[in-house]
Protein backbone atom coordinates (compact mmCIF):
# COMPACT_ATOMS: atom_id res chain seq x y z
CA UNK A 1 0.00 0.00 0.00
CA UNK A 2 1.10 3.77 -0.89
CA UNK A 3 1.67 6.00 1.86
CA UNK A 4 3.12 9.51 1.38
CA UNK A 5 3.83 11.66 4.15
CA UNK A 6 4.80 15.23 4.13
CA UNK A 7 6.32 17.40 6.73
CA UNK A 8 8.20 20.44 7.29
CA UNK A 9 5.45 23.06 7.09
CA UNK A 10 4.63 25.59 9.33
CA UNK A 11 4.05 29.70 10.10
CA UNK A 12 6.67 32.03 8.91
CA UNK A 13 6.72 36.09 7.70
CA UNK A 14 7.05 36.74 4.14
CA UNK A 15 10.42 36.80 2.95
CA UNK A 16 11.13 33.71 4.80
CA UNK A 17 12.03 30.04 3.73
CA UNK A 18 10.81 26.25 4.55
CA UNK A 19 11.43 23.07 3.03
CA UNK A 20 8.57 20.50 3.03
CA UNK A 21 9.34 16.41 2.58
CA UNK A 22 7.19 14.09 1.41
CA UNK A 23 8.38 10.36 2.56
CA UNK A 24 7.07 7.54 0.42
CA UNK A 25 6.77 4.21 1.20
CA UNK A 26 5.64 1.56 -0.74
CA UNK A 27 6.30 3.38 -4.17
CA UNK A 28 9.51 4.68 -5.33
CA UNK A 29 9.38 8.11 -5.67
CA UNK A 30 11.11 8.32 -9.25
CA UNK A 31 9.11 5.87 -11.47
CA UNK A 32 6.28 8.43 -12.94
CA UNK A 33 5.55 11.89 -12.74
CA UNK A 34 4.94 13.25 -8.68
CA UNK A 35 5.66 16.51 -7.38
CA UNK A 36 3.54 19.25 -5.17
CA UNK A 37 0.12 20.87 -5.31
CA UNK A 38 -1.39 23.63 -2.83
CA UNK A 39 -4.68 24.77 -1.86
CA UNK A 40 -5.53 27.79 -0.57
CA UNK A 41 -8.60 28.62 1.89
CA UNK A 42 -11.48 29.38 -0.34
CA UNK A 43 -9.59 28.62 -3.94
CA UNK A 44 -9.35 25.58 -5.90
CA UNK A 45 -6.24 23.11 -5.87
CA UNK A 46 -2.96 24.15 -8.13
CA UNK A 47 -0.16 22.77 -9.51
CA UNK A 48 3.16 24.39 -7.37
CA UNK A 49 5.94 21.97 -9.13
CA UNK A 50 6.14 18.68 -10.54
CA UNK A 51 8.77 16.07 -11.81
CA UNK A 52 8.62 13.48 -14.13
CA UNK A 53 10.23 10.43 -14.76
CA UNK A 54 12.59 12.12 -17.47
CA UNK A 55 13.76 14.68 -14.14
CA UNK A 56 12.01 17.45 -16.24
CA UNK A 57 10.75 19.89 -13.90
CA UNK A 58 7.34 22.31 -13.99
CA UNK A 59 7.28 24.91 -12.01
CA UNK A 60 3.80 27.50 -11.44
CA UNK A 61 4.59 30.94 -12.92
CA UNK A 62 3.90 32.18 -9.40
CA UNK A 63 6.76 30.56 -7.61
CA UNK A 64 9.47 30.00 -10.62
CA UNK A 65 12.95 31.02 -8.88
CA UNK A 66 11.86 30.77 -5.68
CA UNK A 67 10.67 27.24 -5.11
CA UNK A 68 12.82 24.36 -5.66
CA UNK A 69 11.62 20.57 -6.49
CA UNK A 70 13.93 17.72 -5.47
CA UNK A 71 14.21 14.27 -4.34
CA UNK A 72 16.84 11.99 -2.44
CA UNK A 73 16.41 8.84 -4.26
CA UNK A 74 18.68 6.89 -1.09
CA UNK A 75 15.71 8.08 0.90
CA UNK A 76 12.44 8.14 -1.26
CA UNK A 77 11.90 11.35 -0.11
CA UNK A 78 10.46 14.32 -2.11
CA UNK A 79 11.26 17.97 -1.27
CA UNK A 80 9.80 21.22 -2.12
CA UNK A 81 12.29 24.40 -1.41
CA UNK A 82 10.34 27.40 -0.96
CA UNK A 83 12.33 30.68 -0.57
CA UNK A 84 11.01 34.42 -0.65
CA UNK A 85 7.94 32.95 0.42
CA UNK A 86 4.99 35.74 0.35
CA UNK A 87 1.78 35.68 2.04
CA UNK A 88 0.19 34.42 -1.47
CA UNK A 89 2.00 31.68 -1.01
CA UNK A 90 -0.35 30.31 2.17
CA UNK A 91 -1.96 27.26 1.74
CA UNK A 92 -2.42 23.98 2.55
CA UNK A 93 0.22 21.89 0.45
CA UNK A 94 0.18 18.18 -0.94
CA UNK A 95 2.89 15.46 -2.37
CA UNK A 96 1.06 14.17 -4.62
CA UNK A 97 2.30 10.84 -7.32
CA UNK A 98 0.94 8.95 -10.50
CA UNK A 99 1.43 5.23 -9.81
CA UNK A 100 0.68 4.07 -13.00
CA UNK A 101 1.92 6.45 -15.50
CA UNK A 102 -1.79 7.90 -16.45
CA UNK A 103 -0.59 11.35 -16.61
CA UNK A 104 2.31 11.02 -18.73
CA UNK A 105 4.45 14.39 -17.93
CA UNK A 106 1.75 16.10 -17.74
CA UNK A 107 0.38 15.64 -13.83
CA UNK A 108 1.07 19.24 -13.46
CA UNK A 109 -2.02 19.88 -15.45
CA UNK A 110 -3.69 16.59 -14.38
CA UNK A 111 -3.54 16.37 -10.95
CA UNK A 112 -7.18 15.00 -10.50
CA UNK A 113 -5.88 11.98 -12.49
CA UNK A 114 -3.16 11.08 -9.93
CA UNK A 115 -3.38 7.85 -7.59
CA UNK A 116 -1.30 8.97 -4.35
CA UNK A 117 -1.90 11.88 -2.27
CA UNK A 118 -1.01 12.66 1.29
CA UNK A 119 -2.30 14.30 3.65
CA UNK A 120 -0.95 17.71 3.13
CA UNK A 121 1.33 20.24 5.77
CA UNK A 122 0.13 23.78 6.03
CA UNK A 123 1.79 26.74 5.30
CA UNK A 124 1.08 29.84 6.59
CA UNK A 125 2.97 33.37 5.85
CA UNK A 126 2.71 36.45 7.37
CA UNK A 127 2.67 39.74 6.06
Known amino acids: QVHLTESGGGSVQAGGSLRLSCAAS????????RGWFRQAPGKEREGVAT???????VYADSVKGRFTISQDNAKNTLYLQMNSLKPEDTAMYYC?????????????????????WGQGTLVTVSS
Open 96 to 116: AADLTGTTGDFCFTLYNELDA
Open 26 to 33: GYTHDNYC
Open 51 to 57: IDSDGIT
